[in-house]
């Protein structure tokens, strides 16, 4: 959570294990991967894997939520890849998909998407 309390004005995110506790929208604390149950994923992509070229179904799903150690907004993005789902905070302003996308695309293209998946499939 060290990274969650860093300074205000640096741009995080940050892959977050979905156990933590957050606080919803409406205020309720929850594990993360029960504030976005049930929920359809707005934004849909064929994304293609940059090592081996091939194509994956990238589905994003994004709302406000907020962390007892932090005082200001957070979002979360539950991100689904090869039915794989993993979640990432941060503290850019997410409210479109076109911000989603400008946030998620990068972390793709630099190699830490793969190291994601490489931790999840090690636990």
């Known amino acids: 959570m060290n990274t969650i309390a860093s300074g205000i004005e640096s741009k995080i995110c940050d892959k ?13 604390e929850k594990k993360l991967w029960q504030i976005g149950l049930g929920k359809k994923y707005f934004a849909h992509k064929l994304i ?10 990238c589905d994003l799903w994004w709302t406000e939520v907020r962390h007892v150690s932090y005082a200001y907004q957070l979002y979360l993005l539950k991100v689904r890849i090869r039915n794989k789902v993993f979640y990432l905070i941060t503290n850019e302003q997410v409210k479109t998909e076109d911000q989603v996308w400008i946030l998620f695309l990068p972390i793709r293209d630099d190699g830490k998407l793969k190291q994601v998946f490489a931790m999840e499939n090690a636990s």
Do not use: R
């Not at 293609?48 to 994956?56: A, V």
């Open 16 to 28: 977050m294990e979905k156990s933590h506790i957050f606080i919803d929208k409406n205020g309720n």
């Open 48 to 57: 293609h894997d940059l090592h081996t070229g091939q194509k994956m179904q």
